[in-house]
């Protein structure tokens, strides 16, 4: 029971990881981890239910990720620290057809071997005690894959193909076992493409025209074990990514392969598959095994081939194939075509089977035809590969995606026969570049930007620049696209036309070859000229592969904040939200002097753009070098979720050491998926923040901290405080002010009630009038009002006067309705008419009349330790414990009261006058504070109240 308890406590949801943010909870984890432990039952942390989740194959252990297979010593940080005779490994269980990853931990200390000398001894950071020459070590864990170690990214294991059809050799079983039965009914088939890069896996992939997009993908081993699993669309198979809408490619990555699925990978052992359907009802699913095909090394465009019209789809049923296409305009121009493929021959063509490819244009013109052979033809995949030099204008053709591929069979040429359109290559990819000058003398007006560009479905390269801070009258001179390639520096397109409003974007339909080799060899630039030769940006557009945060609608341009800096200096970052509610940024520097080389990106939240709102700041990630690629480990924190969706959120780019940012833009734009604006996170507050921030209140456009006070701006008469982030406002009733002869009541602007004036002098300047100031606000002399208390309001029973010597005198008013609801219950004096002690009620929960609050942060160690805020000082709270005065402005600390602050609350009673003191101050003249405590009144009342109580018995 306890360990189940246990459990639930140290895993959160996905079932890898253990809660990182509260270190109370590891804490806990471990205290009965060890409570376990000294009962003697095998010490591991069990993880009862993993619930799926997107990403299963790392584990995650403080904010750190940890590879399957990894083994480490726990650090807990303070005030824990390193747990040395604990042993944490990221292991992989198997949960039905799922791989997952778990910490398991466990102590090693009864590992340890009987030392073998007299006088063993413990060194420092080690479980064990040891002796001088000792070998065996169980105590020095070798984290066996290091985090840093990251495997290069070897060429011959970067590309990878896949062609997903019906004659796939994966059996596929559901959960229960049992094998999935597929109703392709349409034939639906995909290509995809791997690129290994940095140890993640992206990938891409083109699907028929005719299917919806799928909802999951999953990569699996050879059994059909799920080792990732994502989900691919939201629900009615809409995608929020522009790129992926444009393309109608599926785009994605799977971060931080661990070594052993490297491995696979490498050994072409894996497995990818689609599955179609919602949730609760699956359709079907298409899956391939990923290869390596030296053509796509260079690739330049894909095809993904269908049977014809025409072919006889019980032959063919489920068949399909897929075209690698290279070109190369050196000398004379060539294309090479690697086509992969399945369902092409008949059941005795079993050897030497020709097959006839061809590249037609408009449907009717054939470029090229060739025949070739397969030697032993497979059910499942086989590869033909043809050279052929191209001419120029039908090297047009293919950029414009024009250009049909076919391959058939020589037998039967109609009924067995696959073709496709060429298209853009699948891999998801952009180019981007910020735009920067190379100093600040060649850009004067301090102008910067950004550029990204795709080509899209058809073919067509979409462009996007950014132009920022020109003169809204004014256009830039021109922006042009540039071939950098050697030292020509042609200039191939014009994009000046499209700008408009800080933008040119736009769409090149019938793009030119010659855009497409520079780009794709990164020598393609944008050039930016405005005003004159001595404003000009540019930069190189760099390829860029398409998942995460480049999914996002746009970047952001990130501009100088501070002018000393360089003009030259200016970034782009994306910034994409998953449905996990993970933040991904990718962030791409330029410009900056050398000197501001250790940066960190970090994001600023805001509920609005107003003075005082209260804000907090997560830091990203150091910056190294001139780019940073990464996202969140955990969600981000349900109010970062809020301002992201309707706050305020700055991305900053600051300089680690000295905090001086040196550039920012706003973010806009990012979409909060519906799933993360409901989530419960436990969160703390983030750092840059003191809790009590939070509690500040929000009014009128403005914030106000708690306890802080201030007068309507629309009613005089009504005053507000802050408290817990609730505001609260009274409205005062004007307090019995009437004039004497010869004087009216006159009204200021500014002020509630009116006062009494000279009837035959005419004053209409309020600010000459001379007057008090109480609790910040102005009362001109003559001006009577009832003081404002937190967290009472209004105190309605006592009059305060502004008076002719400048002087606020209050007093308890007494004989008066309204003031009597909030009286003591009656006490029957002697005569039998009721008098209320005028002086102050006997219990008073908090002190009385106060100047404005100030937050101290030695104050609030003190609040935090129980103590009680002074409500007339805020700077000096009453610590836990401590018994003080209460403090009256115009009163001076009120003596006949005593309070005690106790674990934040005050509670106060009055001087109890005994009899004794009631006597002697009847009959003696001294006058010391306690008799003085004991009015006449009080003494007469004490008095009557005794006496009436003896009567009763
Ligand atoms: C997706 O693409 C289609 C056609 O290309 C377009 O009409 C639609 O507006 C796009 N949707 C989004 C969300 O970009
Ligand atoms: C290959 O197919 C094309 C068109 O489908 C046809 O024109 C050509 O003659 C065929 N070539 C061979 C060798 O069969
Ligand atoms: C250009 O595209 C960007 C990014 O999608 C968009 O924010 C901007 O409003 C567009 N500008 C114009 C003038 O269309
Ligand atoms: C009002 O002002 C006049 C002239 O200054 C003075 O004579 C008169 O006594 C004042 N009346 C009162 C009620 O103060
Ligand atoms: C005071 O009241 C009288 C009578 O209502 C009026 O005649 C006089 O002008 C008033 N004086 C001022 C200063 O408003």
Redesign the pocket.
Known sequence: MKMTLTNSFCFDYNGSRIASRSILLVLLCFCIFFCVDARGRTPLIEDPSPKIRNKAAECIFGNEVRELGSAWVPDLGVPIGVLYCMKCECIQIQKKRRIVAKVQCRSIKNECPEPSCAEPVLLPERCCKTCPGDTYLPDVIQDVIRHDMVDGDDKNAKHYAALLTDRSSLQLRNDNNEPIINDNKNNVIATGRFTFHKRNLYYSFYISDKAARPRTLQFVNYEGHILEEHILSDVGGHVSSRYQNATRKVCGVWKRLPKDYRKMLRDERMYVVLGWGSKEQAEFTLSAQLMKYVALGTELFSSLLEPSPGADMNLMAGSGGTAIVSISTQLSPSIHIAVVFNGLFTPEEIHQV?L???L?FDDRK?IL???VYVQKPATELNLVEISSPISQSDLRHLTRGKLVL?I?S?SN?TIL?LSGMIMTKATCELFQTPLSSSGTEGNKLGISGLAWVYLNNEGSLVYNVQVDDVNPDEKPLYITLNDMTGKKRLELEDLTPSFNNGWANGTIDKLSPKVLEPLYSGNLAVNVVVNSEMNIIRGRLTPKLVADARDASAPVLLKREDNTLPASAVGMGWFVLDNDCHLHYDVTLTGLPNSEKSLELSLKFLPMSVPGAPYSIRVLDPIQGNQLEGGTIEPLMKEELSRLDTGVVFVKIRNISTKDILLKSTLREVKVPVSCLSIQTNSLPSEGDSGEQHKSCNYDNRYYQVDERWTSVDNPCEMCFCQDGKVHCDISPCPDNPCPKGMNKTKFPGECCPVCRNATIHEDKPELLRGCVFNGKFFSVGAVFHPFLIPTGFDRCTKCECDESVVIKCARIVDNKICCNNCQPPAESENGTYVSDPSLPVVIEAPIYNKSVTKISNASQILSEGGCINSYDGSKPYKNGQTFHPYIEALGEYKCVTCTCNNGNIKCHRFECTRKMCRSRKYSNQSTQELSCCSSNFCRKRHGRRRKQNMGY
Do not use: R
């Open positions: 020709p006839n490819i061809t037609t054939v035809t060739e025949k076919s058939s020589v040429p026969k």
